[in-house]
């Protein structure tokens, strides 16, 4: 299949993206967020973007609207905490959980009666929903499990010849998908953590429930308020493991590492690294093998290493090293994002140097609080 390359700077692009997507086609497009993988609301149309993705078929999609009024089509908004959140956050990268309306098929919820529900900040993303005649379903634009497209490029890579059509709208301007939250419970609750964080949450609503899915891993077979959160995701190819402690630690565990290893780091690390400040993609010279060092932003500025994070493993992976090493954030705020993905991404595999020799420690509450 030819996939048409089309730019979101071309209004032209965006109706004929339009077309395609009212013809029942499969159009990657730019959100604030990551791309998404859209189709509209018709049962044939998200057939096709389960099967690009390679999605199974229990992991429903986020339905994509222009404004507060349309989501009301799809879903019961009727509760004042959907109201308010809607109020505060929207346009922007929030995602409701809502009782759904018999408007949206089955295959776009995988079944349940609820359905995830945003309207993106993404000016384009809003105006090619409405060249399409209305909500898009749409996941991120990858291949199910591994790393979620940031550029019009990750999604060349992944998608090529199998969709319809690409949008181009540059780097995205978030980094790491929406916030999820479920409001069909008795409490709101975070099924997954992103750019508006549980502080921003809790001022407006006071507590919320964390989903244990957020923070350790759920087994194949257990029951998850958000069935993605069962799958393997954000993965690079090649082998990734979070490296915890102090960063002299992370630093000797480096060094004495054979091979040729990444590790992804903060700004203020590179130094433990051997590397001039504010450098990155050095290779530093070692003993045994040979290290890539890749600075993803500053540990303090979540935001940056959001925008940062999936970029940095797309490069990486494509360094084909025998092992990528990440350092993740304080889950403070916007950190909690970050590090969810990156452990996720790692298979919640985490070694500390102080006590790799021993075994890999645990994914415990001391290392994500949220
Ligand atoms: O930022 C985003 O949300 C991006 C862009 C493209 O908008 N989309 C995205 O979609 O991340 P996806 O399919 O990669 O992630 C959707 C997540 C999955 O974990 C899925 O299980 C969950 O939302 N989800 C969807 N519908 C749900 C529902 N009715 N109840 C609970 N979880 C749901
Ligand atoms: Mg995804």
Same mark, same amino acid.
């Given at each position: 299949?030819?996939?048409?390359?089309?730019?979101?700077?071309?209004?032209?692009?965006?109706?004929?993206?339009? /077309?395609?997507?009212?013809?029942? %086609?499969?159009?990657? *497009?730019?959100?604030?967020?990551?791309?998404?993988l @859209?189709?509209? =609301?018709?049962?044939?149309a998200?057939?096709?973007?389960?099967?690009?993705?390679?999605?199974?078929?229990?992991?429903? =999609? *986020?339905?994509?609207? /222009?404004?507060? %009024?349309?989501?009301?089509?799809?879903?019961?908004?009727?509760?004042?905490?959907?109201?308010?959140?809607?109020?505060?956050?929207?346009?922007?990268p929030?995602?409701?959980?809502?009782?759904?309306?018999?408007?949206?098929?089955?295959?776009?919820?995988?079944?349940?009666?609820?359905?995830?529900?945003?309207? #993106?900040?993404?000016?384009?993303?809003?105006?090619?929903? !409405?060249?399409?005649g209305g909500?898009?379903?749409?996941?991120?634009?990858?291949?199910?499990?591994?790393?979620?497209?940031?550029?019009?490029?990750?999604?060349?890579d992944?998608?090529?010849?199998?969709?319809?059509?690409?949008?181009?709208?540059?780097?995205?301007?978030?980094?790491v998908?929406?916030?999820?939250?479920?409001?069909?419970?008795?409490? #709101?609750?975070?099924l !997954?953590?992103?750019?508006?964080?549980?502080?921003?949450?809790?001022?407006?609503?006071g507590?919320?429930?964390?989903?244990?899915?957020?923070?350790?891993?759920?087994?194949?077979?257990?029951?998850?308020?958000?069935?993605?959160? $069962?799958?393997k995701?954000?993965?690079?190819?090649?082998?990734?493991?979070?490296?915890?402690?102090?960063p002299?630690?992370?630093?000797?565990?480096?060094?004495?590492?054979?091979?040729?290893?990444?590790?992804?780091?903060?700004?203020?690390?590179?130094?433990?690294?051997?590397? #001039?400040?504010?450098?990155?993609?050095?290779?530093v010279?070692?003993?045994?093998?040979?290290?890539?060092?890749?600075?993803?932003?500053k540990?303090?500025?979540?935001?940056?290493?959001?925008?940062?994070?999936?970029?940095?493993?797309?490069?990486?992976?494509?360094? $084909?090293?025998?092992?990528?090493?990440?350092?993740?954030?304080?889950?403070?705020?916007?950190? @909690?994002a970050?590090?969810?993905?990156?452990l996720?991404?790692?298979?919640?595999?985490? *070694?500390? #140097?102080?006590?790799?020799?021993?075994?890999?420690?645990?994914?415990?509450?001391?290392?994500?609080?949220l």
């Open positions: 299949m030819t996939t048409y390359l089309l730019s979101d700077t071309s209004l032209d692009d965006i109706y004929f993206a339009g /077309s395609l997507l009212k013809a029942g %086609e499969v159009v990657a *497009i730019p959100t604030e967020t990551v791309y998404g @859209a189709a509209v =609301l018709k049962t044939e998200v057939e096709k973007i389960f099967k690009a993705k390679g999605r199974p078929a229990d992991n429903p =999609l *986020i339905v994509h609207v /222009s404004n507060e %009024e349309e989501a009301e089509l799809y879903a019961h908004v009727n509760s004042r905490v959907a109201k308010a959140l809607m109020n505060r956050f929207w346009p922007g929030l995602t409701l959980v809502l009782p759904k309306k018999n408007t949206v098929p089955d295959i776009v919820t995988a079944g349940l009666d609820t359905v995830a529900i945003r309207c #993106p900040s993404h000016q384009r993303a809003r105006e090619i929903i !409405r060249a399409a909500a898009l379903a749409a996941p991120s634009a990858n291949r199910s499990g591994s790393i979620s497209p940031t550029t019009a490029g990750h999604v060349y992944d998608m090529n010849g199998h969709i319809a059509g690409i949008v181009n709208g540059g780097m995205c301007k978030v980094g998908e929406s916030t999820v939250i479920d409001l069909t419970g008795a409490r #709101p609750r975070l !997954r953590p992103g750019f508006v964080t549980a502080e921003d949450l809790r001022i407006l609503l507590q919320i429930e964390i989903d244990e899915a957020v923070t350790k891993p759920v087994g194949a077979d257990e029951a998850v308020r958000a069935p993605g959160m $069962k799958y995701h954000y993965a690079p190819k090649t082998p990734l493991t979070i490296l915890a402690g102090p002299e630690y992370a630093a000797s565990f480096l060094w004495a590492q054979p091979g040729k290893n990444v590790v992804i780091c903060f700004e203020l690390e590179l130094l433990f690294f051997e590397v #001039p400040s504010a450098e990155e993609g050095i290779i010279e070692k003993p045994v093998g040979e290290l890539i060092v890749l600075n993803y932003g540990e303090n500025e979540p935001e940056t290493l959001m925008r940062n994070l999936y970029s940095y493993l797309h490069k990486a992976d494509m360094l $084909k090293p025998d092992h990528i090493y990440a350092r993740i954030p304080e889950t403070k705020g916007g950190g @909690a970050v590090a969810n993905r990156l996720k991404a790692a298979g919640f595999e985490v *070694i500390d #140097p102080l006590d790799y020799i021993c075994e890999n420690i645990g994914y415990g509450e001391d290392i994500i609080s």
